[in-house]
């Protein structure tokens, strides 16, 4: 069994970065697809960034692109999310997930595509 365990969040002022780290426990191949994904209250989860294991080919979501950089440590089997310049409205709880079969166009994007999920971390981000 898997088990993803994340961290990092907490309360920062805007402008400020913040890393957030997803440490994977268990089996965990290479071939896996690696993601970030937001949740705030009363909305659906957002994709925000993934990384493909194997070739650390990274994706990210038009909102987050250039702020934030997804990155992955093979030793310490850890995936992480830096994020810089933060605004408020990046205020949310992120997940950690991992996709076993990311084939298809997009499914790196896609939340049914993955397999695993962390309990998540909360991020707020003050104006």
């Known amino acids: 069994h898997v088990q993803l365990v994340e961290s990092g969040g907490g309360l920062v002022q805007a402008g400020d970065s913040r890393r957030l780290a997803c440490a994977a426990s268990g089996s965990t191949f290479s071939t896996w697809v690696w993601g970030w994904f937001l949740q705030v209250p009363g909305k659906e989860r957002d994709f925000v960034a993934a990384i493909r294991w194997s070739n650390d080919e990274t994706y990210y979501a038009d909102g987050v692109k250039g702020r934030f950089a997804i990155s992955r440590d093979s030793i310490k089997n850890t995936v992480y999310l830096s994020m810089s310049s933060l605004r408020p409205e990046d205020t949310a709880v992120y997940y950690c997930?991992?996709?076993?079969?990311?084939?298809?166009?997009?499914?790196?994007?896609?939340?049914?595509?993955?397999?695993?999920w962390g309990r998540g971390t909360r991020v707020t981000v003050s104006s």
């Open positions: 997930a991992a996709d076993t079969h990311c084939y298809g166009s997009g499914c790196y994007e896609s939340i049914s595509e993955y397999d695993y």
